[in-house]
T-cell receptor
Framework: NAGVTQTPKFQVLKTGQSMTLQCAQD?????MSWYRQDPGMGLRLIHYSVGAGITDQGEVPNGYNVSRSTTEDFPLRLLSAAPSQTSVYFCASSDRDLVHYGYTFGSGTRLTVV | RKEVEQDPGPFNVPEGATVAFNCTYSNSASQSFFWYRQDCRKEPKLLMS???SGNEDGRFTAQLNRASQYISLLIRDSKLSDSATYLCVARGTSGYALNFGKGTSLLVTP
């Protein structure tokens, strides 16, 4: 099993550009989430999904869109990149047994907006 | 105010020492709690779930105190490889999303 796969690992964008961060999991997990991690701020939830076709906003959703057309994929779209979106982005997934297993994280995408 | 608060440290301890981390959570409705470990520039990895009865995994012991709304992690016989940031986590009210503390940094020295 590959687990949670994120692409790209690194990306530099210019202000105003758009892009999609890809996330795929092969564990048939229902729950998927996107977090961003910034120095001094910890991990903050952007969007999450409890199954195909169902998404909801987290703590910091502005400037990001998500969709969940399949169980496996949960892409994160930056609509118009801003320097404030420079961060490390983590995708995570879990099955229904969150109590015991929590979330499994991808290796992250390091995004710089200039 | 974050829902989960931790002392950021750093905690500098010698090999073989016992070290304890605490964190507090603000949402009394939180049902599940975890400790994650994060190495520098890596993704967080689940260290252990925290159960009401307390649980132990080798050198690691986690405790939950619902009355005081705090969670603890005890590491015995610290190893150099334990050096990392430890994240305290509570499941949010949505039931599916996790709320992370900012992490406690541990450095184990020879």
């Amino acid at each position: 099993n590959a687990g949670v796969t994120q692409t790209p690992k690194f990306q530099v964008l210019k202000t105003g550009q758009s892009m999609t961060l890809q996330c795929a999991q092969d564990m048939n997990h229902e729950y998927m989430s996107w977090y961003r991690q910034d120095p001094g701020m910890g991990l903050r939830l952007i969007h999450y999904s409890v199954g195909a076709g169902i998404t909801d906003q987290g703590e910091v959703p502005n400037g990001y869109n998500v969709s969940r057309s399949t169980t496996e994929d949960f892409p994160l779209r930056l609509l118009s990149a801003a320097p404030s979106q420079t961060s490390v982005y983590f995708c995570a997934s879990s099955d229904r047994d969150l109590v015991h297993y929590g979330y499994t994280f991808g290796s992250g995408t390091r995004l710089t907006v200039v | 105010r974050k829902e989960v608060e931790q002392d950021p440290g750093p905690f500098n301890v010698p090999e073989g020492a016992t070290v304890a981390f605490n964190c507090t959570y603000s949402n009394s409705a939180s049902q599940s709690f975890f400790w994650y470990r994060q190495d520098c520039r890596k993704e967080p990895k689940l260290l252990m779930s925290v159960y009401s009865s307390g649980n132990e995994d080798g050198r690691f012991t986690a405790q939950l105190n619902r009355a005081s709304q705090y969670i603890s992690l005890l590491i015995r016989d610290s190893k150099l490889s334990d050096s990392a940031t430890y994240l305290c986590v509570a499941r949010g009210t949505s039931g599916y999303a996790l709320n992370f503390g900012k992490g406690t940094s541990l450095l184990v020295t020879p």
